[in-house]
């Protein structure tokens, strides 16, 4: 018997794969499919970086404005509509009279008069007491919160305000004054600080409010302990504008 190696013996066998090939392979068809996936994920864009991207604060300022400029288009729209309905409306004197009373009344007409103005901002970051006694502020402790302005709304009212606006945006019955962080949410819009509260009325009448309101009196020891802004001018006369937005009234109705 010839010990010699028959040359065709396992030809038809089939070639065993390495683990360690099997292996490789799989690890680049992985690789390929991320690539794959990436590129049609970017569209050509770098997705390594979020410049590309369309922020949150970007698209909060964007609708921001996009809502200014509907309120803007309302307002001019709601002139239009009652110059027509002024030329016959069948009414007499007395009731057009009554009706721009109810008109002032709810704030959707220009208000013209003497006029105090609270300026409210937030304290530099890097405050530090300027009172003896008083700890290292915390950051809530520098930056104005929504008590703070619906404490000057309020006093204003109380001190006999015909109007009042906030920022470029005038108040009415159903108004909110919110904050979510350190920015204003108002109708709609938002604002960043410094925040500016105009109110028509007599000056020395709002100005005793704004004094005699305790939420306002807590509020200044942070203006005296860590730098807080306030500021209170008389403005002379001023015009207030109207309300510009929807006057649609919205209630809860109970479920049947």
Known sequence: MSNSADPHEGAGRRPRWRPVRVLTGAVFALAGLIFFTS???????????????????????????????????????????????????????????RLKALEENAGTK???????????????????PKLPGYPDPQPNDLVIHQ?????????????GAKGIKVMDQRLISTSAVRCV?????????????????????????????????????????????????????????VTVPGYSGTVDLHYAKPVR
């Open 39 to 97: 590129f049609n994920t970017a569209k050509g864009t770098n997705i390594r970086t979020d410049a590309s991207l369309l922020k949150l604060s970007d698209l909060i300022q964007e609708r921001s404005h996009k809502n200014g400029a509907l309120d803007e288009s309302n307002g001019s729209l709601r002139d239009d509509v009652e110059a027509l309905a002024q030329r016959d409306d069948g009414g007499t004197k007395a009731d057009d009279a």
């Open 110 to 128: 220009e208000l013209h008069g003497e006029a105090v103005t609270v300026t409210l901002a937030d304290a530099p970051p890097d405050a530090t």
């Open 147 to 159: 008590q703070d302005l619906q404490a000057v709304v309020n006093a204003l009212w109380q001190g």
């Open 181 to 237: 962080g350190n920015t204003l949410i108002l109708q709609g819009r938002v604002y960043s600080p410094p925040y500016k509260v105009t109110a028509v009325g007599n000056p020395d009448k709002l100005r005793t409010a704004l004094a005699a309101s305790p939420e306002i009196q807590n509020y200044m020891l942070y203006v005296n302990a860590y730098g807080l802004g306030w500021k209170v001018d008389e403005d002379g006369t």
